[in-house]
């Protein structure tokens, strides 16, 4: 028996294909003696259910659902003009924080009548060198009078800011542009996301500037800002306002345990700034978003692609994922194979994926989350390697069921979140609270003993009810006493000991100095 290589199998597969779907059209053509006008296809029956389409309403006129709006109902639940920070984000931003207007719908959606296009809005740093220096250290106006004008000129903007935090909802509403009003889900525009990032490097600078002038409660009211702000941002329903919300809170992390080695606040004071972070809004789970905004893309996505308004090469396109081999991404693409599929089963089987998903993202226990999280990413990697190679169109051999799950399987492998990355961002955060919390205990030790404990179990049951432990490694943290000072770390992301080498270091160890230079 003769050895065909893969790619002469490759070859011949394709070439069998098209034998296949190329006798389907010949016989078409051969059915009709004279042109005819183009039958229009009806898009496919999908039935609305928890079950395929998970969210049930509103519907469009064409009967398919509105994902778009029926996220921002959801995020949008007893959100009001007043208790909406966006509302007041935005009139510090101003209508087009990214250079383009916003459309108007936009504002109207939060309940307030569109900006306009002239105003004392927040003036974005568009100087060179200073503002990265001001925002890592303490600094004065002679250091850097460039970002101290700058700061002046955003007093009005950043009181607005600070305003917006102090409300208790976050609600950016999703649109798409108006050159495509239509568009979907993974076209959606976040206008104001990557201003909030720069809103929060501004009060940083502005922290560190009070903190030398001595004004060392305006600096901590500037933190706090900081750290509502990226809560705030965080209860978006993408997980792209996740992932700056957590950016944002690492702003103020930093700069807290900064405040706290230049300040040495008394034990009343300490006391003081702890009940203002145990008041900070609870920080949004990564599960929700998960769960609700990148389910409702990946099934806005197949109803698209139902309505003939999107196929799969435009999405792989669109996410950088079509190379050489991706033969089968082709082929589903084209209209004879795409009218084959059961959208019904698509859909139920998307809803699968995200059930698991959801159900793995809210495991307590972080080290089993991320090892279950691993496991299925794994599989997704199976299935993207599946529509690679001389096997690839195989599927579209085999009728409507094998051609409905090559889509399906095709679908989820280029559209479902890769989270894993995802939690351990959530994790450090979590864990970067925690260490900031112990730090705050250890300065409350400071303040009675005048020197830092041998160890940390010392601080239970008076200073703190249980020392926390690493959420990387379930083990204690790595804690030493420095000179007058301590140094205390959690492995980080990456589950390994670096003995206390951070990011900058090549490595990923969360650590706490005292002090912190």
């Not at 900064?258 to 008394?266: A, C, D, G, I, M």
């Not at 992301?493 to 100095?513: I, M, P, S």
Request: charged share 25%; proline share 6%; with cysteine.
């Amino acid at each position: 028996m003769r050895t065909i290589t893969s790619k002469r199998f490759a070859v011949g597969l394709a070439a069998a294909l098209g034998l296949v779907l190329s006798s389907w059209s010949l016989a078409q053509n051969d059915k009709a003696e004279k042109p005819k006008q183009k039958a229009i296809v009806p898009p496919p029956k999908i039935t609305i259910s928890k079950e395929t389409t998970w969210a049930t309403e509103p519907l469009r006129p064409d009967g398919f659902v509105d994902y778009l709006e029926a996220v921002n109902r959801r995020h949008s639940q007893d959100v009001t003009a007043e208790n909406n920070a966006c509302v007041l984000l935005y009139q510090a931003m101003g209508p087009g924080p990214e250079g383009d207007r916003i459309p108007d719908r936009f504002f109207q959606r939060m309940g307030i009548e569109p900006l306009p296009d002239e105003g004392r809005y927040f003036e974005n740093w568009n100087g060179e060198g200073g503002l990265p220096d001001a925002v890592e250290r303490p600094w004065t106006a002679r250091e850097h009078p460039d970002v101290a004008a700058w700061l002046k000129r955003n007093e009005l903007p950043l009181a607005t800011i600070t305003a917006a935090t102090e409300r208790a909802r976050y609600f950016s509403p999703l649109i798409n542009s108006d050159a495509k009003p239509d568009g979907g889900m993974i076209e959606v525009l976040l206008p104001g996301v990557q201003r909030s990032r720069d809103f929060a490097r501004a009060l940083a600078a502005r922290a560190m500037w009070e903190l030398a002038e001595g004004s060392e409660v305006d600096a901590w009211r500037d933190l706090m800002t900081i750290h509502r702000l990226g809560r705030l941002v965080g209860q978006g329903p993408t997980v792209i306002e996740y992932l700056v919300g957590i950016a944002i809170e690492s702003i103020a992390f930093n700069r807290e345990i900064l405040f706290l080695s230049e300040t040495k606040p008394s034990a009343k004071m300490l006391t003081l700034y702890r009940k203002q972070l145990d008041r900070l809004p609870p920080r949004a789970l990564v599960a929700d978003k998960v769960n609700v905004g990148e389910r409702a893309c990946v099934l806005d996505c197949a109803h698209r692609m139902a309505r003939g308004q999107m196929n799969l090469k435009e999405i792989a396109d669109g996410l950088n994922e079509l190379g050489k081999e991706d033969s089968l991404i082709e082929k589903l693409a084209e209209g004879l194979i795409f009218q084959t599929v059961d959208w019904d089963v698509v859909l139920k089987s998307a809803n699968q994926w995200f059930d698991r998903l959801n159900e793995i993202s809210r495991k307590p226990n972080y080290l089993e989350r991320t090892a279950a999280m691993q496991k299925l990413e794994e599989e997704v990697k199976k299935l993207a390697e599946q529509r690679r190679g001389p096997k690839a169109l195989l599927p579209l051999l085999g009728g409507k069921p094998a051609i409905t799950q090559a889509m399906s399987e095709t679908l989820i492998s280029l559209l479902l979140p890769a989270v894993t990355q995802v939690y351990r961002a959530e994790g450090q955060a979590i864990q970067r609270m925690h260490n900031l919390e112990l730090a705050f205990v250890l300065a409350a030790w400071h303040s009675e003993h005048d020197s830092y404990p041998e160890s940390l179990e010392r601080l239970a049951p008076k200073y703190i009810a249980e020392i926390p432990f690493d959420l990387f490694n379930g083990q204690p943290l790595k804690y030493d006493r420095v000179g007058e000072g301590f140094r205390f770390y959690s492995v980080g992301r990456n589950e390994k000991d670096d003995e206390g080498r951070t990011f900058d270091q090549g490595a990923d160890d969360l650590v706490v100095r005292m002090p912190v230079k």
